[in-house]
């Protein structure tokens, strides 16, 4: 027996933010614009020392209004996207649940660009009008989690095959009505298509989006925390988890909240950035085990390392141009996929 | 273990049906529909039977006689049409998931993982409705889960997976996990359907054993007769959603009662243990 302490759990967070520190620090580095090491770490230095003043301009807008922002911005997404991800694959007990793969991830970009659309003629105070569009995500998150859910049952039971078809169709049908959508209004700021259907990290926000972003994941994340040891139960059946002691209503309640909730909040600032949440808890649970008290935190640790990676890859391969950082993620992504399915079904 | 002063408090809400009862069945009834405006496709008729601590009580019947659905209800996770069912006093379809779990222990016919476990791992699933929603195990814990594994004598088990052991011994792990519990009552859906002679004995015996030993109250769902009469101190006989008796083995199985339920011609003659046994006739003899 060895079971999980408080120590273990620490340490190995501990590792993956030694990673995770590390790749972000290959991130501020490369891009368009060669930094030097040595450049970088003095900046940072003076940086922390107050010494804003010597530091080179054009380096400091680069590293700290281009790069740190956009790697913030793929540290925040990665780790909502995984969560999320995690989630959906204990409440649905398939492995291969994903955001993108159920469709949540189009039908949150639907909400988006809904609320996009309308905040123009709403006439809201900014503040609230910012929230709109993450708003509007998650409740199309939401609302495609619950179709999926119902149509993906097949005599009151889940079956892992109809769900998955349940949200191919889904995301295709609303990959349809995003196309729509996009060709028919003009107004307003709707973004491009391609941000929408494979995801991107270049857009700017302001400083106040990413307070936003960072205490939604914190609650919503912290929220699914709570039912840790509850999904482990529910992997074996919603019965099974009831005769030990698990409030199955209320888990399945907080949980598909709060994994909308968290998908919407990724979507709605970076578009469908695919596979991200299958992959990362996949790897994740070959190195730590299925328990979601190390599961969880470590996935989120885990997608922040895997989007940063990908979108310093997604910048750098094609630069000057740019790859959508989701075609990074889809060509990892879709063949472990198959691979898993493959196996599921052997 | 967890009996005790717990259970004394609320003496208002207690009824005493029968002196030394914990599990009291009292006219329990229910219906199944599939919609409500339709004549039931399913019913349970009134049914009543009490059981002691130390005590395994067979429920036996052929197919679609209401055996599953008399165990869900004991469960509490159905609500009953009519009747009530109160564990040391208590209504069991009225308790919180958590307090039901650290009473009644209910042993499936299959347990699927999803992402295969360790043995000890799946064991010390049994101590969730003991601790608080997010929490690490405690030494307490580690402790019982390992005594469970022992009672079942699966403790070289522990560090194996899931998904590498054998059918029976698998059945042994989910009643350790099932014993982790500390529970009342213990449930099992007929626990020797997929195993061999060898460990339906086996999985019988250690049941027995630990109602013995640690006063659980045993209600086990059967299709087997003969290892019922072996083990069984009550047994419930059901027939198409009616409870038909009620009583020790000797009395409960009489050729022309069985061949009436079974619908199928046998003998019923004393076994070497006093025990009653059931043989089945071909239809050629």
């Given at each position: 027996m ?15 933010v ?5 790749v972000?620090?290959v991130?501020?580095?490369?891009g368009a614009v060669?930094?030097s ?22 380096y400091?807008?680069?590293l700290?209004?281009i790069r740190?922002?956009?790697?913030l911005l ?40 809904l ?16 929230l709109l ?19 993906g ?5 889940i ?9 191919v ?5 609303l ?5 729509f ?10 973004r ?14 302001q ?21 840790a040891?509850d ?6 059946g919603?019965k ?6 698990v409030?199955?209503?209320r ?65 750098t391969?094609?630069?000057?141009t ?18 898993l ?6 | ?6 259970f004394?408090r609320n ?11 914990r ?5 329990v009834?229910?219906?199944?529909s599939?919609n ?20 395994v009580?067979a429920?036996?019947?052929?197919n ?7 165990l869900k ?5 159905l609500?009953p049409?009519s009747?009530?069912?109160?564990l040391n ?17 209910v042993v ?10 360790r043995?000890w ?9 003991h ?16 005594n469970a594994?022992?009672?079942v ?8 997976s ?9 059945q042994?792990?989910?009643?350790a ?7 009342l ?15 339906q ?11 013995a ?8 769902v ?8 072996e ?5 419930v ?14 009395s ?12 199928t ?18 239809d050629?003899?």
């Open positions: 060895r079971p999980l302490t408080l120590r273990r759990l620490l340490l190995q967070c501990l590792i993956l030694a990673i995770l520190i590390f972000v620090v991130a501020m580095k490369f060669p930094v090491l040595y450049a970088f770490g003095r900046d940072l230095l003076r940086y922390l020392f107050g010494q804003t003043s010597q530091i080179s301009s054009d400091g807008l680069i700290w209004n740190l922002p956009r790697i793929a540290i925040i997404v990665g780790a909502s996207l995984s969560v999320a991800g995690t989630s959906f694959q204990a409440l649905l007990r398939n492995p291969l649940a994903d955001p993108y793969v159920l469709g949540v991830s189009s039908g949150a970009s639907v909400g988006a660009i609320a996009l659309i309308a905040a123009p003629y709403l006439a809201l105070p900014p503040v609230l009008s910012g569009t993450p708003l509007g995500a998650f409740l199309g998150a939401a609302a495609t989690i619950a179709a999926v859910y119902f149509l049952r097949r005599e009151g039971v079956d892992s095959n109809t769900l998955l078809l349940a949200g169709i889904t995301a295709s049908f990959y349809a009505i995003i196309m959508l996009m060709s028919t209004v003009t107004s307003g700021n709707t491009g298509m391609a941000f929408w259907l494979m995801g991107n990290l270049s857009t700017s926000y400083k106040s989006v990413f307070w936003f972003l960072g205490i939604g994941f914190f609650i919503a994340a912290g929220a699914i925390y709570t039912t040891t999904l482990n139960l529910l992997l074996a919603e099974e988890a009831m005769h030990l002691g409030d199955v209503p888990v399945r309640l907080v949980v598909y909240i709060a994994a909308s909730f968290l998908t919407g909040l990724a979507v709605s600032v970076s578009g469908s950035i695919a596979y991200v949440g299958l992959i990362v808890p996949h790897v994740m649970r070959l190195i730590f085990g299925s328990d979601h008290r190390t599961l969880l935190p470590t996935t989120a640790l885990g997608g922040a390392i895997a989007v940063v990676f990908a979108d310093t890859l997604a910048r391969v094609v630069a000057p740019e790859l959508a950082v989701g075609a990074v993620t889809a060509i990892v992504g879709a063949p472990l996929f198959i691979y399915l493959r196996r599921g079904a052997s | 273990m967890s009996s005790g002063p717990a004394a003496a208002s809400d207690t009824v005493r049906s029968s002196a030394d009862a599990l009291s069945v009292e006219q009834s229910y219906a199944y599939a409500p405006s339709q004549a039931p496709l399913f019913t349970l008729e009134a049914t009543s039977f009490q059981a002691k601590p130390g005590e009580v429920i036996l019947g052929p679609a006689s209401g055996k599953s659905t008399l209800l004991i469960t509490g996770a609500a049409l009747g009530r069912i109160l006093g208590f209504v069991t379809h009225s308790l919180t998931p958590r307090t039901r779990a650290q009473r009644i222990a499936q016919q299959e347990s699927v993982l999803l992402f295969p476990s043995v791992e799946f064991v010390l699933q049994g101590r969730h409705a601790g608080r929603s997010l929490r690490f195990e405690s030494d307490d814990d580690l402790l019982i889960a390992k594994l022992a009672q004598r699966a403790a070289d088990l522990s560090d194996r899931m998904d590498q052991i054998s059918g029976g011994e698998k042994r792990v989910i009643l996990r099932a014993l982790a519990q500390q529970p009552l213990l449930l099992l859906d007929e626990p020797t359907l997929h195993l061999d002679i060898a460990a004995v086996d999985l019988l015996h250690t049941l027995r054993r630990l109602a030993e640690n006063r659980y109250t045993v209600v086990v059967t299709h087997e007769l003969n290892l019922a009469a083990y069984a101190d009550q047994v006989l059901m027939q198409r959603g009616r409870c038909l008796r009620v009583g020790p083995p000797s409960i199985y009489q050729r022309e009662l069985l061949e009436q339920v079974f619908q011609p046998l003998t019923v003659e004393l076994g070497p243990s006093g025990r009653p046994r059931v043989t089945v006739l071909s050629r003899q």
